[in-house]
């Protein structure tokens, strides 16, 4: 029998993603046992426990409380982790869990596979073990991630990371998406699709693009960039020239691309892009215009690179997001 052991961090966390993990294995481990043992032996795949460092956990100022099976020096090895949400008190969290912290380092070197849940990552990310690896976490606290773990390869659009044994995934309750994966891969594909059925869960989403809300990145302390991200934010309904405004700001076309980058995160053009496409989203969501129509508002003249761009950023095209976000154009 292998061993799950999903962590109770100190702290205010999140407890519908520990709630969520046990209720949804703990059902993946009865449909296993059903299915693939015919009432014979009847074993679970996966002995399931709680573990902590403290033997209660309040959560919502002790409106609720979790009380660990176990304390996780009581564990020598388990076979896979998972780490919940930290409800955004991630800085709190990583000062007051260092022994939780150094545990998930030992059990990975012993073999043990991780899952960080939405802002988990910040508990994950401080083992080290993810330093040159790929990471999700929610979108909200993309520019703080990147800001405290500048080694780890952040890909916010991503809803699910597998770095051979180390999961993570998007924010809020995309982690049962996370869940559907790892019982995929524990247990087998009718396992997991038992289980969203279940539980309701749709199955092979692969990104979080379209929940993000792009705000740009400005917390860098670097003027030039936000005199030209002000630019290109009151230039919407322009068609932005990166050559006239490095030239406007007095910055070579290299160095201004550099800079940009090294601030935001993206490409001086990335960024005009991903402006225009969150106008356009908020259009989407709260008029009656035409796809035309906001899309020359935003700028664009032509339809084709418009459908385009609005895709890879959002993974839908623009009337599929008008369709499902936008009450009044279904009447």
């Known amino acids: 029998m292998k061993h799950l052991t999903i962590v109770v961090p100190e702290g205010e966390n999140n407890l519908s993603s520990i709630v969520g993990a046990y209720k949804i294995f703990t059902r993946a481990n009865k449909y296993w046992k059903d299915e693939n043992m015919q009432g014979k032996g009847k074993v679970d795949l996966f002995k399931i426990e709680l573990a902590g460092i403290s033997k209660k956990v309040d959560f919502y100022d002790g409106l609720f409380s979790v ?36 545990w998930l380092e030992q059990q990975f070197k012993k073999g043990s596979e991780i899952a960080s849940v939405c802002t988990g990552a910040f508990l994950l990310a401080s083992t080290g073990i993810l330093d040159g690896k790929s990471c999700s976490t929610h ?12 080694k780890i390869k952040l890909q916010t659009d ?7 044994g180390i999961y993570t ?5 995309s982690f049962l998406n996370l869940i559907l994966y790892l019982i ?6 009718p396992t997991a699709i ?18 993000t809300i792009f705000k740009g990145q400005k917390m860098h302390g670097d003027e030039m960039v936000k005199k030209a991200q002000d630019y290109i ?14 030239s406007k700001l007095a910055v070579g076309r290299r160095n201004f691309d550099r800079r940009f980058i090294k601030a935001t995160g993206n490409t001086p053009l990335e960024y005009a892009q991903r402006v225009k496409i969150e106008a356009a989203k908020r259009a989407f969501e709260t008029s009656r215009k035409t796809i035309h129509e906001v899309m020359y508002e935003v700028g664009y ?10 895709r890879k950023i959002t993974g839908l095209l623009p009337l599929e997001y008008r369709g499902r976000y936008n009450k009044e154009m279904l009447v």
């Not at 199955?203 to 979080?208: A, E, G, K, T, Y």
Request: glycine content about 2%; overall charge negative; hydrophobic content about 35%.
């Open 169 to 173: 995934n998007g924010g809020a309750y």
């Open 194 to 211: 038992f289980c969203a059925k279940v539980f309701q869960i749709e199955m092979d989403r692969h990104s979080q693009s379209v929940f």
């Open 67 to 102: 009380k660990p099976h176990k304390h996780i020096s009581d564990i020598a090895k388990t076979d896979l982790i998972i780490i919940p949400s930290l409800n955004h008190n991630y800085n709190e969290a990583v000062k007051g869990n260092k022994q939780l912290i150094n």
């Open 184 to 189: 995929e891969k524990y247990y087998d594909r």
């Open 139 to 150: 979108w909200l606290v993309e520019d703080d991630f990147k800001e405290m773990f500048p």
């Open 158 to 164: 991503q809803l699910i990371t597998d770095e051979n």
């Open 233 to 246: 934010e009151s230039k919407l309904d322009e068609k932005v020239s990166v050559e006239y405004l490095s």
């Open 301 to 310: 003249s032509d339809a084709k690179a418009f459908r385009e761009v609005f």
